[in-house]
């Protein structure tokens, strides 16, 4: 019978050169529901679908604000995100206890990178089993971030993370070219309807299910932003109502044409 | 590959019966996946090149920079497992700061090159660690003038030779490649990834001795290069990354920076200008080449 | 000579008697710097409408003895700031070497978030207080000019303490009693500040130079001087004290016996 050795620990290259362990870590955030990110000229968002254990359980926390000026979106283990986002804050409140400047997006997603690197280079350390999307502003404008348990980070204009997240980044491919221009409305409005794709027929976003994200530009002189703020329950029906409301119409027409590009 | 599943490459820090680090050779698999990386070591400065193939439409155009600079006159690009490149490039950083805070004054391109070979050589001593999934390209000009020790307020006896020694040739460009093994090459062109068969015959082809080519034609070869070298996988689309260090007097003033976006777009043009022109033999060239690699 | 080599090139015990241990405090708290070696003397600086000039001398005394002459004081940052440092100069050279190393880090990034002015003046804050606190000062108070984040003039003070403040205009040591007040004639306030010219600026500068070298005795006539706006900093760094005159010199009563 086959059975594959090379995948016992994060220290074990296999023949074609590949490190198994961490592509299983891999396969944790898509176990996770689903994130997606997105910015304009102006403003980043987060956009997720929290899961419940059971009806009367509470909903899992998607979404954590680090400082003002940026914040993360999980898909996977969130204890590992946990773990992640206290070092982001110790990072985050050091940069601005030192040089009294926040601390550049890049930077830090660049140091929780590194952190997740490390581990799977040595052995008794496990990969972390958590996806995230950092979005922030700092001096260079709004910004996106996917990070991955290998380590790698990417600096995206848009993106998504977890289960059946290939549908959300599908419809984001496809958008792709009005994000950059849309205002703050019309950005949540993109978020929530590639969000909208991930879920299955007989699900749909509802005020307890979803949870929504904004940073952006103030409209202020330099140096002024609009800080990370996290939408949820009843403060964003209104957007999830004139989201979808509008769009039935027009999503009859388009359902045809969609459905045979998203089939991969 | 013979005696793979005997067990001896299931580990690192073994041999096997014949004398072989598998577990180092399946690390040099992860680098011959990777985007192709060319350095050149031209007359009066070196260029440092990357092919980036671009994996998702989504990803943001122009960022996700992958040459670091590790001290002002040091830049590194790595081909293989990206992490563990940034890995590498933490720790040059740190030889390099190390280095400054102990000799006051920067350190040689041959010098952090020989520390990093050694950190990278570890890496294949122990069961508990994995070899790094990187080739590194390591770039640098070492100073040719007197540069003040760093912290060095005044100028010395104004007679005498002050314990300086006058008119003796130093520094200049100096180019270095590191291997999975910690094995690790000084070079006039240097390769790695995918498409090195193709950029190194045609890094055999440029003059890149003392009296050779400019910085500036660099440039350009290193951008026709990484084209060339991309033929293969022409389907995929990629982003050329290009840095450059020149001499104190030159463009960069002895620092590793980013090409200019101008001079970059002008060596991209023509970089698909000389592609269409020879399409043909290029192809024959690199069929024989391939054959040569395992 | 006896047989005891640990004893050879020490007062005999047998001519001066036993030696008196007492004196060598070999117990007792761990002590740092208690006092600086080489010293650098005043940095002055003033903000205009535009920016800052600052300046300090060439001189770095040893003692009381004038032992170089060619010591830059002023240290530029990333080509937006400029930092001036009194006081002991081996600290100044750490310092230094602290910055270029932050400066080096920061250029990992070649793009965007360039520190400040201000930024660096919190950096060194930190560095200063945490130094005092370890009760192993870095013996240097120092001025920081530049720009602030919204690119406004930015002037501040720091010391070996770690105190901090920031005024229109600044100087330290023998300036802060010297130069000082001279300065404060010309921006009272920061709105004075903003509408000072660079002419006045430097002149008001040179003023308080040539104050200095006529009265501390730490002082040297070669200066370098700093004009930092946006368009970046202009160090000189071999200046000369010009149009001396001595002439009030011979009128000056009170320092130790007097003759006449």
């Given amino acids: 019978m086959f059975r594959n050795n090379y995948d016992n620990d994060s220290v074990t290259f296999s023949p074609q050169g590949r490190i198994f362990q961490v592509e299983y870590a891999q396969e944790a955030v898509k176990q996770g529901s689903v994130v997606v990110g997105l910015v304009s000229k102006t403003h980043a968002v987060l956009a997720a679908v929290k899961r419940n254990a059971e009806e009367l359980s509470s909903y899992q926390k998607k979404v954590i604000g680090i400082d003002d000026h940026y914040g993360i979106g999980l898909a996977g283990l969130a204890s590992d995100a946990r773990v992640l986002s206290n070092f982001m804050k110790q990072q985050s409140l050091a940069s601005r206890m030192t040089y009294g400047r926040p601390i550049p997006i890049e930077r830090i997603v660049n140091m929780i990178g590194d952190r997740a690197q490390t581990n799977t280079q040595h052995y008794g350390k496990r990969p972390y089993g958590v996806g995230l999307l950092v979005a922030g502003v700092d001096d260079l404008g709004p910004h996106l971030f996917d990070f991955q348990p290998s380590g790698m980070t990417y600096e995206m204009t848009a993106c998504a993370i977890g289960a059946r997240s290939q549908m959300a980044r599908t419809y984001l491919e496809r958008h792709l070219d009005e994000f950059q221009s849309s205002s703050r409305e019309e950005l949540i409005k993109h978020g929530l309807r590639a969000l909208k794709e991930t879920l299955p027929q007989d699900k749909e976003l509802t005020v307890d299910n979803t949870s929504l994200a904004v940073i952006g530009l103030g409209d202020e002189a330099k140096g002024k932003i609009e800080p990370f703020k996290l939408f949820e329950g009843q403060p964003i029906a209104a957007w999830l109502e004139t989201t979808f409301e509008t769009q039935q119409g027009e999503r009859e027409g388009a359902a045809e044409g969609e459905s045979m590009e998203v089939d991969q | 590959m013979t005696s793979i599943g005997t067990g001896y490459d299931l580990s690192n820090s073994v041999f096997s019966p014949d004398g072989r680090n598998f577990q180092v050779e399946y690390a040099v698999k992860a680098v011959e996946n990777g985007g192709t990386a060319v350095g050149i070591r031209c007359k009066d400065g070196v260029v440092l090149a990357i092919e980036k193939i671009i994996t998702s439409k989504l990803l943001k155009v122009g960022a996700n920079k992958r040459i670091s600079t590790v001290d002002r006159h040091v830049g590194v690009v790595s081909s293989g497992l990206v992490p563990d490149g940034r890995h590498f490039v933490a720790r040059a950083r740190d030889e390099a700061s190390s280095w400054r805070k102990f000799y006051k004054a920067p350190i040689s391109t041959a010098m952090l090159s020989n520390r990093l070979g050694a950190y990278v050589q570890a890496y294949t001593l122990y069961s508990s660690v994995r070899p790094f999934g990187v080739t590194s390209i390591i770039g640098g000009w070492d100073s040719e003038a007197d540069i003040p020790v760093d912290g060095q307020v005044g100028n010395g006896p104004q007679v005498g030779a002050g314990g300086k020694v006058t008119d003796v040739k130093k520094g200049g460009p100096a180019l270095y490649m590191i291997e999975p093994s910690g094995q690790y090459w000084g070079y006039y062109g240097a390769a790695t990834g995918k498409g090195r068969q193709a950029a190194k015959a045609e890094l055999e082809k440029l003059d890149l001795s003392p009296t050779g080519i400019s910085l500036e034609e660099g440039v350009k070869e290193a951008a026709r290069i990484i084209y060339v070298a991309h033929e293969d996988s022409k389907d995929k689309e990629f982003e050329l990354e290009m840095t450059w260090i020149s001499s104190l007097d030159g463009p960069t003033k002895g620092r590793h920076q980013e090409v200019p976006k101008e001079l970059r777009e002008e060596a991209e043009r023509l970089a698909k200008k000389s592609l269409e022109g020879d399409d043909d033999d290029e192809e024959e060239e690199k069929t024989g080449e391939e054959k040569m690699e395992e | ?260």
């Fill in chain 3, 1 to 260: 000579m006896n047989h005891f080599p640990q004893a050879w090139g020490r007062p005999r015990d047998d001519v001066y008697g036993a030696y008196n241990h007492s004196y060598l405090q070999m117990t007792g708290p761990k002590q740092h710097t208690q006092s600086p070696i080489v010293t650098g003397t005043s940095v002055l600086a003033i903000k205009f409408k535009d920016g800052v000039v600052i300046a300090a001398d060439n001189l770095a005394s040893y003692g009381s003895l004038a032992r170089f002459t060619d010591v830059k004081r002023l240290r530029t940052f990333n080509d937006t700031t400029v930092v001036g440092f009194g006081g002991d100069v081996s600290d100044m050279q750490y310092l230094d070497r602290l910055l270029n190393s932050l400066d080096i880090e920061e250029n990992y990034y070649p793009e965007g978030h360039r520190l400040n002015a201000q930024n660096l003046h919190t950096y060194l804050t930190k560095v200063m207080y945490k130094r005092r606190s370890d009760f192993n000062p870095l013996w240097n108070a120092i001025l920081v000019a530049g720009l602030d984040g919204e690119e406004k003039p930015f002037l501040a003070y720091v010391d070996l303490l770690g105190t901090r403040y920031s005024s229109p205009s600044l100087a330290t040591g023998f300036g802060a009693h010297l130069a000082q007040p001279v300065l404060r004639e010309y921006v009272p306030d920061e709105k004075a500040a903003e509408n000072l010219t660079q002419e006045t600026a430097v002149e008001a500068i040179k003023k308080c130079m040539k104050v200095l070298f006529y009265r501390d005795a730490r002082s040297l006539d070669k200066y370098s001087i700093a004009v930092i706006t946006k368009e970046g900093v202009d160090l000189k760094e071999d200046e000369k004290l010009e149009n001396q005159s001595w002439a009030f010199a011979d009128r000056i009563r009170g320092y130790g016996a007097q003759v006449v």
